[in-house]
């Protein structure tokens, strides 16, 4: 039977397909510039190979490169132009020395506020828009509005005495950092502390917003950027998002706009000094960009840290007596407020905070940066033009030869005599040039919630594993559980 044109059309197109197929899979196994660093063959073809962990294992990358590395080395081969590096000193090669450029196709595809400042691709961009910025971050102006933070933690302890029920900390410990950024940034107040059970809906669209990231990473399109209209119909659980990005947007239009009187400049947030002041020149969708990642970012990696210590000291009955001693000792009376300054002296505290943070990270994922148009040198490693690199944070961390038990929670390491050696190496807020902009507030957070909340309350873990501090990798750590608490009293 002969074949008819339209018939040899077809075999003709999936023939060129399938030829281009073999060619590409020969390609980047024989002749590609990363072919001569480990990994497994399929990863080498395919990206689809990450992809598999990312959204059909539960977020499980970070599981499968401790595997990949445990079997390859400190580097591997993650995706046909990616590698992945577990050496700790990379990741100052990566981030600090270097100064390799972020990864323009992840950052404006699959980041979820991809116009803000720290999605900013362009260095030069990035540095102005920082400097600007900075200043509403800083130290100096944390301090400044220490006694509003105070004021939500006060709020949270009162909320957490009048529960008579086993209270889920991480929805609680999120409510008061939300409650504390909205305030601080936007002037605004959110009362997801007064929320049934802390959970506000702004805090449950978070949830469902990462946990959908990585499919999105995989889509062709992005979803950010689709008429709202049709995001509020085929992703409702987003609303609460979309509510609070038009009360940001309708802040930017008013500021930007000259017929209104400012409100006194202390009762203004500082994304609000901002737009007055430094935003000429910012796109106005870069700017509601940043007002977005400024409440998410600032709400989730500080409370993470809270959650994964309190489990720990609640477990940990020798660790807790010792941090109650120190704050009993330096805070005889509850009545009297314990300033931000006066508790960083107090060193046991000190470590605690830093093994949270050690322990939960901030952000899972091994931000992606591409080497430019000449090599560079990573711990002794030669990475041809053109490779996108990266080094998690969580592998950091966990490094045993650093942090010896790197699952336990030991807040000990951080007061011997390698201790300013083992800062170095604590990358929760990042390193270099793109540090975190809000690393002077979640310090003052984490401060303030911990010493209050152990030095007030007498707390008993209810029903809880150590799931209930296991994440998943979605960017930003999702727990497996959530641990319950049961509040006893208040300590006198």
């Keep these: 039977m002969p074949i008819m044109p339209s018939q040899s059309l077809k075999i003709a197109t999936i023939s060129l397909f399938l030829a281009q197929v073999v060619a590409s899979v020969f390609y980047r196994l024989v002749f590609h510039p990363l072919r001569r660093f480990p990994g497994p063959w399929l990863a080498a073809i395919t990206k689809y190979y990450r992809g598999y962990y990312e959204v059909f294992c539960d977020g499980g990358w970070l599981d499968q490169l401790e595997v990949l590395h445990e079997k390859y080395g400190p580097v591997v081969r993650v995706t046909p132009n990616e590698l992945h590096f577990s050496d700790p000193n990379a990741y100052n090669d990566i981030y600090v020395t270097s100064r390799v450029p972020k990864d323009p196709s992840w950052y404006t595809h699959t980041a979820p506020v991809s116009g803000s400042v720290m999605s900013e691709v362009d260095p030069k961009e990035a540095t102005r828009r920082?400097?600007?910025?900075?200043?509403?971050?800083?130290?100096?102006?944390?301090?400044?509005?220490?006694?509003?933070?105070?004021?939500?933690?006060?709020?949270?302890?009162?909320?957490?005495?009048?529960?008579?029920?086993?209270?889920?900390?991480?929805?609680?410990?999120?409510?008061a950092t939300l409650d504390i950024i909205s305030s601080y940034v936007f002037a605004q107040e959110m009362n997801a502390l007064d929320s049934p059970d802390f959970k506000h809906p702004f805090l449950t669209a978070v949830d469902d917003l990462f946990s959908t990231v990585w499919l999105v990473k995989y889509l062709p399109f992005h979803l950010d950027r689709l008429p709202e209209w049709i995001s509020r119909r085929i992703a409702p659980a987003s609303i609460p998002l979309l509510?609070?990005?038009?009360?940001?947007?309708?802040?930017?239009?008013?500021?930007?706009?000259?017929d209104h009187?400012?409100?006194?400049?202390?009762?203004?947030?500082?994304?609000?000094?901002?737009?007055?002041?430094?935003?000429?020149?910012?796109?106005?969708w870069k700017l509601l960009d940043d007002g977005t990642a400024f409440q998410m970012a600032a709400t989730d990696t500080t409370a993470n840290a809270c959650v994964t210590g309190t489990y720990h000291l609640l477990t940990k009955p020798d660790t807790l007596v010792k941090l109650r001693k120190e704050l009993d000792e330096a805070w005889k009376d509850t009545e009297e407020v314990m300033k931000y300054e006066q508790l960083r002296q107090l060193p046991y505290l000190g470590g605690v905070i830093r093994e949270c943070l050690r322990l939960s990270c901030g952000v899972t994922l091994a931000t992606p940066r591409r080497v430019g148009k000449k090599e560079v040198n990573i711990v002794g490693f030669t990475v041809p033009p053109g490779t996108i690199i990266g080094c998690a944070s969580?592998?950091?961390?966990?490094?045993?030869?650093?942090?010896?038990?790197?699952?336990?929670?030991?807040?000990?390491?951080?007061?011997?005599?390698?201790?300013?050696?083992?800062e170095q190496y604590l990358v929760a807020f990042s390193k270099g040039p793109r540090t975190c902009l809000g690393i002077n507030l979640?310090?003052?957070?984490?401060?303030?919630?911990?010493?209050?909340?152990?030095?007030?309350?007498?707390?008993?873990?209810?029903?809880?594993?150590?799931?209930?501090?296991?994440?998943?990798?979605?960017i930003v750590p999702l727990f497996h559980e959530h641990p319950y608490v049961r509040v006893k009293g208040r300590r006198l």
Aim: aromatic letters at 12%; charged letters at 30%; proline letters at 6%.
């Design 130 to 175: 920082r400097l600007k910025l900075g200043s509403y971050f800083s130290r100096k102006a944390v301090l400044r509005l220490e006694e509003l933070v105070q004021a939500k933690v006060n709020k949270l302890i009162k909320r957490l005495l009048s529960y008579q029920k086993p209270t889920n900390l991480h929805y609680g410990y999120r409510a």
């Design 243 to 258: 509510d609070e990005r038009q009360y940001i947007a309708n802040k930017i239009d008013r500021v930007r706009t000259t």
């Design 261 to 284: 009187d400012d409100p006194p400049e202390e009762k203004m947030g500082v994304f609000d000094l901002y737009l007055r002041d430094s935003s000429a020149g910012v796109p106005r």
């Design 394 to 422: 969580y592998i950091v961390h966990s490094n045993p030869s650093l942090f010896p038990d790197p699952e336990d929670f030991i807040p000990e390491r951080w007061l011997g005599d390698d201790s300013r050696k083992l």
């Design 442 to 474: 979640a310090w003052c957070e984490m401060y303030l919630i911990l010493a209050n909340v152990f030095r007030k309350l007498d707390l008993e873990i209810f029903e809880s594993t150590p799931d209930s501090v296991r994440f998943r990798d979605y």
